[in-house]
């Protein structure tokens, strides 16, 4: 069967470290493998404790009277040299419910007051995000946003743009533009969604 033989940390930082494992494939052979993960410590990785607490929070929230525009921003990240569209998301502080996080972080990223709304879990548990190399999971809310578009509250090393989308536009970012993973999905949700009936998705099947 499968599994860990022995972890080793190589690095100490803030937000994200690396570890080096030495693994058991099905046949019983041990091979070097590489992780990066939220945990500050061995003791903490997901692997060790067996849990699943997000680490962070992604926030689909619709915008406008009529829930017509889907807030997205446009941020530059390093790993590509450029920008990309993403929802807006974060960590989730320690004590801090994921709720809380995206209240929080939507106003943080865009100056937009957040209304979650209750959905059933199987929607917003944490789901792993890139499986193969880091054990980070995030938890999804859902729900309405307001007020005034603001910069004020991104920290120096954010570049980041609001994006008030309509499906018009959501159909030329997902033709012309980076675009991550899990935004993209949920970007289809919204270009298909019921107008009358936006968070429909969300309904709890009957079976």
């Known amino acids: 069967m499968p599994g860990v033989e022995r972890i080793q940390q190589k690095t100490r930082n803030r937000f994200l470290n690396f570890y080096d494992l030495e693994v058991r494939d099905k046949n019983g052979n041990t091979h070097p493998y590489h992780l990066a993960s939220r945990a500050k410590t061995a003791e903490e990785l997901k692997l060790s404790t067996g849990e699943n607490h997000p680490d962070g929070v992604i926030i689909y929230a619709l915008y406008g009277e009529k829930r017509d525009r889907v807030v997205l921003i446009r941020q530059y990240r390093y790993s590509i040299g450029t920008y990309i569209y993403e929802f807006p998301a974060g960590l989730i502080d320690e004590g801090e419910d994921f709720h809380t996080a995206g209240i929080r972080e939507l106003k943080e990223e865009t100056g937009l ?30 729900g309405t946003a307001d007020g005034t578009v603001s910069k004020e509250g991104l920290e120096d090393n954010e ?26 999905y949920m970007m289809m949700h919204f270009l298909h969604a019921d107008p009358q009936n936006p968070f429909a998705f969300l309904k709890k099947p009957e079976f």
């Open 159 to 184: 570049e980041i743009e609001v994006v008030l989308a309509d499906r018009r536009e959501i159909c030329r970012i997902l033709k012309e533009e980076n675009v991550s993973l899990m935004c993209a």
């Open 113 to 142: 007051v957040f209304h979650p709304i209750e959905v059933d879990p199987m929607y917003s548990k944490p789901y792993f995000t890139t499986i193969g190399m880091t054990d980070e999971s995030c938890a999804a809310v859902y």
